[in-house]
């Protein structure tokens, strides 16, 4: 007989009504449903025909930074892992890592449990225990002996699953919740087979008091069974996440776990030894036998392939979970913490507001709603800043109300806030051209990170004023990016503005981000179009990148100085005095290559440049030094990435009458939690 495993595609197929889902939780059908399976999974480990089989295992770890609220995303270290998989009735597992090896991209000690570079071979005990126990202790599962006392059930739909061979199966989804959800329990859903109740799929996370370690923000789990021989559902395909931040702050960066497994080359009832079963569930061969391993795949093949994303079946683990709860918070970490929106929010330093300095609280004064607030002083202006923030995570809603809210004119940024502030305490250089904003703002987007499409929409009300140089720097308004140039006026006035765009990754490794503005300021309605777009392909195991970067503007005629376009120096055209070129009309290509010279410790490339500003009804607003590029205006340099590419340093010409430039400062996938 023919023992194909089964790739299992959700096409999420619904039936007709009468084959598909039931109203309400706890129906006969549902319980009847969930009996069947305990049932069947517990007599399978009695079954005189299946006494043992073998298998192997072969798995890629992924250890990485991220910022929840986007898509960012900066690998750490990745792990390749060869397992052999053995069971023995009625339930005797063991594992043996056969192959292990890593490479670090930044550096890292961490030390993984067990449970991260193994697999589930039972589709876990009746009690759930992870990070032996030390990341989940005690969880009943949904099928487990008296679970109906610990959980409600709902048949939720009949699916369809299709796998290779052009075979399908039909499923049953049962939706699964605590029917206490402040103690430890699973939520998720069970996929089951019609034809008998077998487990063919488990996705599911967990509620927050299940976390012992205080620093989980939450697990998230997908267990794929496939059929083999026709008839015993084994696991064929595993997923986990697990996210970190530290307990106390509420910053935008945590560390991930991420693990992806394939189990395959199933034998039934082979010859195995007795010994083996004898000792630790998990043996592993030395070191340098495990190194040597012949991997069928290179150690970055996955993530050539697929990137650091977010898997789409977790990210639905995520939001089923948000439905399940209703107002409950799912995230294991404390409900109140000091809250940091960057590192600049605590110092920063810039001609405006001299030394700023700030610190806010994160609260939760109800289910799944987060208050945050912060506050700080301007030392160089002598005023407040201020920000109050409501979140409801669920529907990715977030009201803000701030004052004295330091605004960049134009789109594109110069250089991060903790570089600015660098750059001003240390070279006497300011890449600001700051101005001040207090209101109010709404803003709604409710696909969660990792969605391909993730459209927004924000509505905001402020008061835009200007502010002047606060430093003692000479105000005479001469070019370039020292403290000592004049802070460009805007048009001061009540803005009302709606915002609206879309975050779209149609693959991994490409990002389009096109925005719309409409604005009414001081009684004149103006609109913008903001297009961004990037490439990026990197071979690891040849340690090659390649990134391309385009953005287009467009600005109405009536829209006011500080919606305009800047090019020029740092981050735009590197080699031309920094935003001396202006523009209702913008275009700009940057592209990049580079290869690791000595890993990790340098990496080389080259970039070049080339983009240009037109003024179309727009007049040089007053007191600005900047004007149009009249021609397409390019520029070239070389660069060097350090220690991991933590540090940059870029030698740029400009080569339409530009000049040399050099540029330090950091790799700019840290620039968000700066």
């Known amino acids: ?27 006969p059908r549902a319980l009847e449903l969930v009996a069947r399976a305990r049932a069947l999974r517990q007599a399978a480990s009695l079954d005189a025909t299946f006494q043992s089989y073998r298998a192997d295992a072969r798995g890629f770890v992924y250890f990485y930074l991220d910022r929840e609220d986007t898509d960012e995303r900066v690998l750490v270290k990745t792990d390749q892992v060869a397992l052999e998989v053995y069971w023995k009735a009625p339930d005797s597992t063991r594992q043996r890592i056969v192959g292990l090896r890593d490479e670090k991209t930044l550096p890292t000690n961490i030390r993984y449990h067990l449970d991260h570079l193994t697999v589930v071979q039972d589709e876990f005990a009746d009690v ?26 709902h048949l939720a739909d009949s699916i369809t699953l299709s796998y290779g061979g052009g075979s399908e199966i039909r499923v049953y989804e049962i939706e699964v919740k605590p029917k206490d959800l402040d103690a430890p329990g699973f939520l998720g859903s069970l996929f089951l087979s019609r034809d008998n109740a077998a487990i063919v799929r488990m996705s599911f996370t967990f509620t927050p008091s299940s976390y012992v370690d205080e620093y989980l923000d939450y697990i998230r789990i997908s267990l794929d069974n496939s059929v083999w021989d026709e008839r015993w ?66 150690l970055h093949a996955q993530l050539d392939d697929e990137g650091l994303g977010t898997l789409p079946d977790l990210a639905e683990v995520r939001a089923q979970a948000v439905r399940l709860a209703g107002r409950q918070a799912i995230s294991g970490l404390a409900p109140n913490r000091l809250w940091i929106p960057s590192a600049s929010s605590v110092l920063r330093y810039n001609r405006a507001e001299g030394l700023a300095v700030g610190l806010g609280a994160s609260l939760q004064p109800a289910d799944a709603l987060t208050l945050r607030v912060h506050g700080g002083w301007s030392l160089g ?19 803000d109300a701030y004052l004295g809210r330091l605004r960049d004119v134009g789109p594109l940024p110069g250089a991060s806030g903790a570089l600015n ?20 703002a709404v803003r709604w987007q409710p696909s969660p990170p990792g969605t391909p499409a993730r459209p927004w ?21 001469a070019l370039g990016a020292g403290l000592g140039r004049a802070v460009r006026p805007i048009r001061e006035g009540d803005a009302v503005l709606v915002e609206t765009g879309v975050a779209w990754s149609p693959r991994p490794d490409v990002t389009l981000d096109p925005t719309v503005t409409l604005g009414r300021l001081d009684g004149t309605t103006y609109g913008t179009v903001l297009l961004r777009g990037e490439a990026r392909r990197e071979w ?103 220690l991991w590419d933590l540090l940059r340093i870029d030698l740029s010409r400009g080569l339409n009458g530009g000049s040399w430039a050099l540029e330090v400062g950091v790799q700019r996938r840290f620039h968000p939690w700066l």
């Open 1 to 27: 007989m023919p023992r194909l495993p089964l790739a299992l595609l959700l096409l999420g197929v619904a039936l007709p009504p009468h084959l598909g889902a039931q109203e309400g939780w706890n129906t």
């Open 233 to 298: 559902w084994l696991p064929y395909e595993q997923r986990v996440e697990l996210r970190r931040e530290v307990p106390f702050l509420d910053f935008p960066a945590g560390s991930v776990i991420r693990g992806r497994y394939e189990i395959r080359n199933y034998a039934f009832d082979p010859d195995l030894d007795p010994l083996l079963f004898r000792g630790p569930r998990v043996t592993a061969l030395p070191e340098a036998a495990r190194r040597a391993f012949d991997f069928e795949q290179p």
């Open 421 to 440: 502030t660098v750059g001003g305490l240390v070279a006497d250089q300011d890449w600001l051209d700051p101005y001040g904003a207090a209101g109010v």
């Open 457 to 477: 929409v924000a509505l905001r009300w402020e008061r835009q004023r200007s502010w002047v140089n606060s430093t003692t720097g000479s105000p005479d308004g």
């Open 381 to 399: 202006r002598e005023r407040p800043t201020a920000t109050l923030r409501l979140e409801a995570p669920g529907p990715g809603l977030v009201a």
């Open 540 to 642: 690891v195991e040849r340690g090659v990148r390649l990134r391309v970067e385009g953005t287009a503007g467009w600005a109405s005629a009536e829209a006011p100085p500080q919606s305009l376009f800047l090019l020029g120096g740092r981050s735009t055209l590197p080699g031309y005095v920094y935003r001396s070129f202006l523009g209702d009309r913008l275009w700009l290509v940057r592209s990049e290559a580079s290869r690791t010279l000595r890993a990790p410790w340098v990496r080389v490339g080259g970039t070049f440049a080339l983009g240009g500003t037109a003024l179309g009804s727009h007049a040089v607003p007053a007191g600005w030094q900047a004007g149009p590029t009249d021609v397409p205006t390019a520029s070239a340099g070389v660069f060097a990435e350090l």
């Open 128 to 153: 759930i225990r992870l990070g032996d126990g030390d990341e989940v202790a005690a969880v009943t599962h949904p099928v487990a002996p008296d679970a109906e006392t610990v959980y409600d059930y």
